[in-house]
């Protein structure tokens, strides 16, 4: 059964309705047209955290710091290393973790996440890494920061059904969506093929892929590793 507009809404109203700091990260990214992840996905994904219990987690694409606080909350004993290109984003989501008291938790690094490998790679594996930035990009950020995920470790990417266009659901709106709708179908048909990974596609708030790590590359030699 497919999960219809409607159902989104009834599973949206049973959501604990969030309060303090969180609610104005929500109210800003409103007012300010800032992305930040649908509140059914975020809960689903936090669940899958809860089960994980990682250690360590790698997050692309911080906007605001919404959802690496929303992580460090749910996750107290994990550390969270969060890349973002924009600055004034950056800024804006350094006074959040501030705010947040969870500066020892979160560590901010400012800078295109496809130039940044050298330094995250000082922190070396991940138990979980989360995709959340430019959509046309996924696969290279896949290919780069795959090699830090253990074996077991979770891959969880947002805004994999892109407002129903990649489905064909919706047509893209603009011309400049197209390339980017077709670069995540070949993202998703590559991954949900792919025997290194055990691999769904959850049909949630703009759409979840999570990717469970079953083996490293075997000649370790780099490569493709879709």
């Known amino acids: 059964m497919v999960l219809h ?19 104005e990260m929500e109210h800003y990214a409103k007012e300010h047209d800032v992305p930040i992840m649908e509140s059914t996905s975020m809960c689903m ?6 089960v994980q219990h990682p250690k360590k987690i790698l997050e692309i ?3 605001i710091g919404y959802s ?10 994990a550390f969270i290393v969060t890349l973002e290109r924009d600055q004034e984003r950056a800024d804006v989501a350094r006074e959040n973790i501030k705010k947040s008291g969870k500066e ?19 922190y070396e594996s991940f138990d979980v890494i989360f995709i959340d930035a430019a959509k ?12 830090m995920l253990k074996v077991g470790g979770l891959m969880i ?29 070949k993202f998703n048909e590559r991954l949900m093929s792919n025997e290194r990974f055990s691999s769904m596609i959850y049909p949630i708030g703009d759409g979840v892929m999570v990717n469970i790590k079953k083996q490293n590359i075997e000649n370790d030699k780099g490569g493709e590793p879709l």
């Open 5 to 23: 507009e409607d159902n989104e809404t009834y599973i949206r109203s049973l959501l604990q309705q969030r309060e303090g700091h969180i609610a």
């Open 45 to 50: 994904m936090l669940q899958l955290l809860e």
């Open 61 to 63: 694409g911080t906007a």
């Open 68 to 77: 690496a606080i929303r992580m460090a909350e749910r996750c107290p004993d």
């Open 104 to 122: 020892s938790q979160i560590s901010l690094i400012v800078g295109d996440a496809l130039e940044q490998s050298s330094v995250v790679s000082t």
């Open 136 to 147: 046309g990009q996924y696969e290279r950020f896949f290919t780069l920061y795959e090699p």
């Open 157 to 185: 990417s947002d805004n994999i059904l892109f407002k129903g266009m990649v489905s064909g659901a919706v047509q893209p709106e603009k011309k400049r969506f197209t390339q980017m709708v077709n670069k995540l179908k």
